[in-house]
Structure formats: C-alpha cells, structure tokens
C-alpha cells in the first residue's frame, strides 16, 4: 500500500511559477516510479510528466516540456513538480500517482496504482 498527499497548489498569474509536493508513505518510496498528472474541468486526466524510482530519468509531456521540472528525494519520500512559465491552459487539478511496475509505461493512468487526492492550480490571465 501506497498513500500520497499533494501540496502546494494555488491561484498565480500567467508567467508565474508554483511548486507541487506529493508525500508519500508506506511501501519504500525509492523502490518505485512517480507520474504527475492533470485533469481541467470538462477534460479528461492527462500525463504531465513522471520520474523513475531513482530520479535518475524524467519523462514530459510535450506542453509542458522546458517549463516543468520533476524531481524526487527519497530521503524525505517526497516528489516535486516545479511548474514555470505557467499558462492559462495549465488549470487544472493536479495529481501524483506511483507507478509499481517492474517495467512502467509512464505515459499511461492504467498503468499507476496508487493515487493522491489532487492539488487544484489555477492560473490567471
């Protein structure tokens, strides 16, 4: 079992930036991958981006790759999506999720196993 918390998000101006945490607790955090994910009202949930179990590789989504940065510190079991640049577009209740594969498909919601509450961050125009 797997539990995850997000923080940090919150209502910033287009340009302006904001950093996601996600806590999580149970199984050993450095034993598996972390995906971000998004979901805008009306819209389906989307890949934002993800990191594997060392943090050694990141993954992104096109729209937001250059202005997002995933990292992770096993030490604090902790995730983090550094968001700049923010657009408009970028609304949308975020959420992190952990990916127990031996082999993870990164992209894909099916393939996560274990998901947070979600953080909403609206950006302004």
């Known amino acids: 079992q797997v539990q995850l918390v997000e923080s940090g998000g919150g209502l910033v101006q287009a340009g302006g930036s904001l950093k996601l945490s996600c806590a999580a607790s149970?199984?050993?955090?450095?034993?598996?991958?972390m995906g971000w994910f998004r979901q805008a009202p009306g819209k389906e949930r989307e890949f934002v981006g993800a990191i594997n179990w060392s943090g050694a590789n990141t993954y992104y989504a096109d729209s937001v790759k250059g202005r997002f940065t995933i990292s992770r510190d096993n030490a604090k079991n902790t995730v983090y999506l550094q968001m700049n640049s923010l657009k408009p577009e970028d609304t949308a209740v975020y959420y992190c999720?952990?990916?127990?594969?031996?082999?993870?498909?990164?992209?894909?919601?099916?393939?996560?196993?274990?998901w947070g509450q979600g953080t909403q961050v609206t950006v302004s125009s």
């Open positions: 149970g199984r050993t955090f450095s034993t598996y991958a």
């Open positions: 999720a952990a990916n127990l594969r031996f082999r993870p498909q990164y992209q894909f919601l099916d393939e996560y196993d274990y």
